[in-house]
């Protein structure tokens, strides 16, 4: 069960993952609603660079962010359906994996909107629930 609870957390992050880099290059759910601004992010450098612009520096934060959820869910799903006793003898890979979810969590809470940080939070909930019958268990 406790195996099934990491997987399900894993798919809920991989899946907000995978519609974040959708809407990252399809469509405009990720623009901002003001044409004009992203006509100005498109010209206007970055104080660090000039070789880039906001809109592409906006574009590239968005879509390794995406990345970065896609791994979490990839990893961690394969590993509580392919490896878990590998996973659950790791306490180095389950805290990191609850480290992760508790910076998306924190990350959401303060910058994003409610649809992200409650997947969030029930993939979080999941995963300690997984930890709990990890640790009852053991």
């Known amino acids: 069960m406790a195996s099934l609870l990491i997987a399900a957390s ?3 992050i991989f899946t907000l993952g995978a519609l974040h880099l959708w809407y990252t290059f399809r469509g ?6 003001d044409p004009e601004l992203r006509v ?8 660090l660079t000039r070789q880039t612009t906001m809109w592409k520096a906006w574009v ?9 959820a896609l791994l979490f869910g990839a990893v ?24 992760a979810l508790a ?10 909107f409610s649809v992200p940080f409650r997947g ?3 993939a ?13 268990g053991a």
């Open 10 to 12: 894993a798919a809920i």
């Open 28 to 33: 405009n759910k990720l623009h901002p609603r």
């Open 40 to 47: 100005r992010l498109e010209q206007v450098p970055l104080v």
């Open 60 to 68: 590239g934060f968005n879509a390794s962010h995406s990345h970065g």
């Open 76 to 99: 961690y799903g394969y590993l509580a359906l392919v490896h878990s006793a590998f996973l659950f003898q790791s306490w180095f890979l389950l805290a990191l994996g609850l480290l």
């Open 103 to 112: 910076a998306y969590a924190l990350l959401g809470k303060r910058y994003w």
């Open 120 to 122: 969030i939070l029930l």
């Open 124 to 136: 979080t909930a999941f995963y300690v629930g997984a930890l709990v019958l990890a640790m009852a």
